[in-house]
């Protein structure tokens, strides 16, 4: 049987182009059917209050570099979206005197121009700009690692990339967007060989650090998020991390506080998951596939699914 077309952008692949039992499946959900889908390689972890989930999602970086040293280096992935565990970070860098200068970070994604260039560091919407001003340019100098050790999806992708194989990623943390990527793993286009279903989950795995054209939800979530609606603002495609090297990272850590997804789409890839079904026009459904997964929910904003009228 045919999938259906999506709902959103008829052109693309998206979760409103699967099977009804699915959606109704994830809609149902409670937040206690949520809790009971955690799994052998699949953790469903909440958190009662904003503090406490912004200081456990900080505490990441600080339990991983504690893991570094000059002969085994290792390092985090992060994300921009959300950011409020950055400036976290640099303050207990700083008051625990953690000497960073062995540890790594990789930033996740950042936005590339029409002309396939990567959006300068001044550029408002720069996810360099944002690592670098809302953490490190905020660690004390003595202890920041050098800036051969931090490595952005510009120039190089092959060499961004090559670093995964050089030194151990602890942590991939991430959000997940309103079409449910993690970075901007979005789904593809509805065309070519892509036609008449999306590609298998093996084949999506197969994706490394690259150039993507954004989902038009992707769009709309970063000029709602980021650009006060503005979406003139914001660039159609991005530089991604990509599945190649998320499954070099020992474990992916994905935040969600709702306020980039909705009640709906956090229940969905929680259900995906942790049932195995992946498909890659859902692609955060595909880390069911990977060996250590967890999701962290700040509990009041998972929300719920029905009819309300504002």
């Not at 570099?65 to 959300?82: F, L």
């Not at 550029?123 to 202890?143: E, T, Y």
């Not at 890659?280 to 060996?291: E, G, I, K, N, Y």
Request: aromatic share 10%; charged share 20%.
């Amino acid at each position: 049987m045919a999938r259906a077309l999506s709902k959103v952008a008829p052109g693309w692949w998206d979760y409103t182009t699967l099977e009804s039992e699915i959606i109704d499946d994830a809609a149902a959900l409670t937040v206690e059917d949520m809790a009971r889908l955690s799994r052998p390689g699949f953790q469903v972890v909440f958190y009662d209050t904003l503090e406490d989930f912004y200081l456990a999602e900080a505490l990441e970086y600080i339990t991983a570099w504690k893991q570094s040293t000059e002969d085994a280096p290792v390092g985090i992935c992060g994300p921009i979206g959300p950011t409020e565990q950055l400036p976290l970070v640099a303050r207990l860098v700083n008051a625990l005197e953690l000497d960073l200068r062995s540890a790594h970070f990789w930033g996740m994604d950042e936005w590339v121009d029409q002309q396939g260039v990567p959006v300068p560091i001044d550029h408002p919407l720069s996810f360099a700009k944002a690592d670098l001003g809302m953490c490190f340019n905020r660690i004390n100098p003595r202890l920041r690692m050098p800036e051969a050790n931090l490595h952005f999806p510009t120039g190089d992708l092959a060499a961004y990339s090559r670093t995964y194989d050089q030194v151990r990623c602890a942590v991939m943390q991430g959000g997940q967007g309103d079409v449910k990527h993690w970075a901007f793993n979005d789904p593809p286009k509805r065309e070519g060989a892509y036609r008449d279903a999306p590609p298998s989950p093996a084949e999506y795995r197969k994706l490394a650090t690259r150039v993507t054209e954004l989902h038009p939800m992707t769009i709309i979530q970063n000029a709602r998020t980021s650009g006060g609606g503005h979406i003139a603002m914001v660039p159609t495609h991005a530089a991604t991390v990509g599945p190649v090297e998320t499954w070099k990272a020992g474990k992916v850590s994905i935040w969600q506080a709702g306020t980039h997804d909705n009640p709906f789409g956090m229940r969905l890839t929680t259900l995906m998951i942790a049932k195995r079904l992946p498909d890659a026009s859902v692609p955060m459904s595909l880390l069911a596939d990977h060996p250590n997964v967890q999701f962290n929910f700040y509990r009041p904003g998972i929300g719920t699914v029905g009819a309300e009228m504002h």
